[in-house]
Every structure is written in structure tokens, then in C-alpha cells.
């Protein structure tokens, strides 16, 4: 009797536990230029129109640790469209990450960007005037050109991705910023954080960044083993669907 109770609880947890995620996806295309590009969009349950974000994955590529991401803020209430900047391509080392990335015309991946933000106001369940981007580690600083390029933006989350440094570049972003990074990070130092946020706040801008002390850089993403930091990514998970609540939802 006690282990037959103990397979009803379990089947009660996981149905809530499924059904907690209410998201459907799909595979689409959109028009870039004379190319197509593909990704994956992510619709919430119940009657739209919604805000919606453009996702923007790590320099391994659009993989299934990005599509989860995507899944996670459509359960939010976003119609998500995690976008592919690879055509197509997955790296699995990092020597192959590393190529992959650096093989992406600076003015292709800003066309493709601007693309996503189109397809996404073109669909009729979309606020079209409540768009925000999110990226993390190459898609972090993919998810700031979005609010260098795109005036009309409205929330922009950063994780762990490069920043912009010329005045210039910087007083053309009208969307509120927030941004997560490690202090243990050797590419984007503190240093680094604390210059962008000083100079955006010179400039006006909101802005609010939160500098892990024993983070490094990835320290969200699960797959980093050994960089990963559970109680820092919880956190900013936390600060990230407040702040997009606050800028796309109210």
C-alpha cells in the first residue's frame, strides 16, 4: 500500500511538474537580407498578444541548453524566438566555438538581429511595441547591439557579453539594461562592468549590473562544469524575470 501511495504522489509531481511548462515551439524561417535564417520560436499558453524577446545563444551555437532558456521565458508570459546566428552549425569543443564565432560577418549577424526583431513584430500575437533581446557569453553582446541598432527597444538583458565603450554608440540605446558577470571573468573584467555602467549612467541611461565575486565567465549555463554557480545563476534568473516583467509586462 505505502509503495503504491508513493507511485500516485510521484505521478501527481510530475503531471504538475509538466504542466508547469506550457510552451509550444516550433522550428520557423524568416528573411535576412537575400538569405533565410532559422530558430525556433516559443508561444505561452493562453490568449496573446504577448511581449516578446529575442534570444540570443552562446558561442556554441543554438543548442538545446538555449532552447530551454527560450521554453523558460515563454512559461513566463514571452513569445521567445531563440534565433540561429550559425546557419545551422553546433559546435561541441571549444576550438570549434571559437572558429564557428569568429566566422560570422559583423554585418550579417546585425542584419540577422534586425531580422528577428521584424519576424517577431510581423506576428499578430505580439506586442509589437514590447520587444526586449537576452543573450548570454557571444549572445550577451549580441543582445546589446540589438539595443545599439534598434531605438525602439524596450528591455535588454546581458549576460556575461562584450560592451560597447564609445560614448557615441552608447547615447542611441533607449532601452533599460540589465547585465550579469563574474568578477573571476578573464575576458570581460570588472574593470570592464564597472566603466560601462558608469558611462551609461553619465549618459542617463538606466542600467543595473550585478558583479558575482567567485563567478567567471558561463557561470549560468549548467554544461560549465566547473564554472557553473548555481546560487549566482539562481539569482540572476530571479533579477531577470523581475526586470523584464517590470519593463515588458507593466
Known amino acids: 500500500m505505502a ?22 515551439s516550433k522550428e520557423v ?3 535576412s537580407g537575400d538569405e533565410t535564417v532559422h530558430g525556433y520560436i516559443f508561444t505561452p499558453s493562453g490568449n496573446g498578444p504577448f511581449p516578446a524577446l529575442v534570444v540570443i545563444h552562446e558561442w556554441w551555437g543554438l543548442n ?3 532552447k530551454e532558456q527560450a521554453s523558460k521565458l515563454a512559461d513566463e508570459g514571452y513569445v521567445t ?28 549577424a546585425a ?27 557571444m549572445g550577451g553582446g549580441y543582445s546589446l547591439d540589438v539595443a545599439l541598432q534598434e531605438p525602439t527597444l524596450k528591455a535588454d538583458v546581458i549576460n556575461y557579453g ?52 567567485d563567478a567567471g565567465h558561463a557561470f549560468e549555463n549548467p554544461n560549465n562544469t566547473d564554472g557553473y554557480r548555481i546560487n549566482d545563476a539562481a539569482d540572476a534568473w530571479q533579477r531577470t524575470v523581475k526586470f523584464l516583467h517590470n519593463n515588458l509586462q507593466k
Not at 524566438?81 to 560577418?105: F, K, N, S
Request: proline share 5%; hydrophobic share 45%; glycine share 6%.
Open 3 to 24: 509503495l503504491t501511495k508513493k507511485i500516485a504522489l510521484l505521478a501527481v509531481i510530475v503531471f504538475f511538474t509538466l504542466s508547469a511548462f506550457a510552451a509550444t
Open 29 to 31: 524561417s524568416y528573411p
Open 64 to 66: 538545446d541548453w538555449v
Open 81 to 108: 524566438l531563440a534565433i540561429d546566428l550559425y546557419r545551422g552549425r553546433v559546435a561541441t569543443t571549444p576550438e570549434e566555438a571559437h572558429e564557428i564565432m569568429r566566422g560570422v560577418p559583423e554585418d550579417r
Open 111 to 137: 542584419r540577422d538581429l534586425h531580422a528577428a526583431i521584424a519576424f517577431l513584430q510581423s506576428q499578430p500575437n505580439v506586442k509589437k511595441d514590447r520587444l526586449g533581446a537576452i543573450g548570454w557569453c
Open 162 to 213: 562584450h560592451l560597447a565603450t564609445d560614448n557615441a554608440a552608447l547615447a542611441k540605446i533607449n532601452a533599460p539594461i540589465i547585465g550579469f558577470f563574474g568578477a573571476q571573468d578573464k575576458g570581460i573584467t570588472p574593470d570592464d562592468v564597472k566603466k560601462f555602467e558608469s558611462q551609461m549612467k553619465a549618459l542617463g541611461k538606466k542600467v543595473d549590473v550585478t558583479i558575482y565575486p
